[in-house]
């Protein structure tokens, strides 16, 4: 039988790993072109003060398999925080053996010990395995009339400059 999976915050010295295990979620969304940031960055959004967001990493005998990034959000229409899981992965060696879970798990107890109402996350359409995976916990899908959209970084200093 093997180890059982320890989920702990992470901590500076898993920032390897933890960048290690971003681009394969990046590989795996076929999203690449859009890590544009740097392991220092994320370092410091998740170690400097103040802190933006926070990770929590699954071990197993001290090998990190996967990691869960998030940050609170609020709902102004019922007044209540939420959690806002920016990254959910684990190493596909590791899948099926409860990390994912187990991180989510985690993530509960945080959320519900800090008065949380909910966490929330995007996944892509096309992913069946994970879509699965989040309705056997319990999710449910909660918007299938909302668009997410963005300020790129040119939009933003172009508004914000006041060009049109």
Not at 27 to 41: C, I, K, L, N, S
Not at 67 to 92: G, K, M, N
């Amino acid at each position: 039988m093997s180890a059982s999976v320890r989920v702990r915050p992470a901590v500076r010295a898993d920032m390897p790993r933890i960048w290690q295990l971003l681009r394969g979620l990046a590989e795996y969304e076929r999203w690449e072109e859009y890590v544009t940031g740097t392991p220092e960055r994320l370092e410091a959004l998740l170690f400097d003060e103040p802190a933006r967001c926070e990770a929590l990493v699954a071990e197993r005998e001290g090998a990190i398999l996967g990691y869960a990034l998030f940050y609170p959000t609020i709902s102004s229409f019922r007044t209540r925080t939420r959690l806002w899981l920016e990254d959910l992965f684990v190493d596909p060696a590791e899948r099926g053996g409860g990390i994912g879970r187990a991180l989510l798990a985690a993530l509960a107890r945080l959320a519900v010990e800090r008065g949380h109402a909910q966490i929330q996350w995007h996944v892509l359409d096309w992913n069946a395995p994970s879509i699965a995976f989040y309705e056997r916990l319990g999710a449910v899908r909660w918007a299938t009339d909302v668009y997410t959209y963005a300020l790129t970084e040119d939009a933003l200093r172009a508004l914000a400059a006041g060009n049109d």
